[in-house]
């Protein structure tokens, strides 16, 4: 029994310091930029982290659905549920903790629709922590971290994918506008306090995309909903062309964006 604790203990050393040896190598080897994407496995955060990819980024992503953890020389994808696991444990990862971020990416989020009086106090907790208070935490601890380490030669970004919720009331939406809000309320606060150059803050506040956002309401007709892809394009180029230290637009729906 004790030997068996020990080997599973010798397995978890191991496996964490092969994780370490491997991404360090892949720093190392390629110099590349890096991207954190939360919620990069789906949707408009898919087609960022395969933007990024494109133009020769490292990208992390994390996502709920997704069982294992995976990387290659892309990028790595790490199985992290904001709504169990708490911050502390995505910044103990150690392909977390040994990237240098270069951008950091909030996009996860999901959907919660209907009268307030028929949410149960479980949704709403849930939405609340996926939504704001999980990645709340996490922004927090990069932020520093990223401050720390911006210069003129190392310009860093910091990110944040809200909604047309976010600034407009909507009846049925409530509990999901409000952690909308709140991201819009963060997110100014922070382009207003930040004082660094080489840090650069945006805030992203799309409309309606084609996404899994709505896998569960099938009566939400997305037919004239904006394509991610498309969105994500505009973004991107946004990030990369960033001099004010902080960013705002909004992605309406839009027939161009299709
Ligand atoms: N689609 C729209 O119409 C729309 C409009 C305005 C704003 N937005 C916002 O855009 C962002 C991206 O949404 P999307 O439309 O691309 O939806 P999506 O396809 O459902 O992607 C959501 C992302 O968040 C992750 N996620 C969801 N719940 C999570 C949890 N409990 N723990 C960890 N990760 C979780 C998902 O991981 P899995 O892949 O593992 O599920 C996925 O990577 C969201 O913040 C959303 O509020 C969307």
Known sequence: MVLRSMGSELYKITR?????????DVQHETRKKSVLILGGTSGLGKELAALHEEAGWYTIKTGRIEKSYSYDKKGATIHYDLSREGYKDLLGDPTVRNTNFDRFIWVAGMWLQGPFASYSSTEVQKVVEVNFTAPL???LKLWEVMADNADPENQKSFSVISSSSGITPRAEESVYAATKHAQVGFTRSLGLENQNDNLKVSLFLPGGMKTRLYRNHPEVDTSQFNDPAKVAAKMFELLNNQEERYLEKAFPRDPSLR
Do not use: M, W, Y
Not at 16 to 24: A, D, G, L, V, Y
């Open 16 to 24: 964490t310091r092969t994780q370490e040896k491997s991404q360090q």
């Open 137 to 139: 935490g996490i922004a």
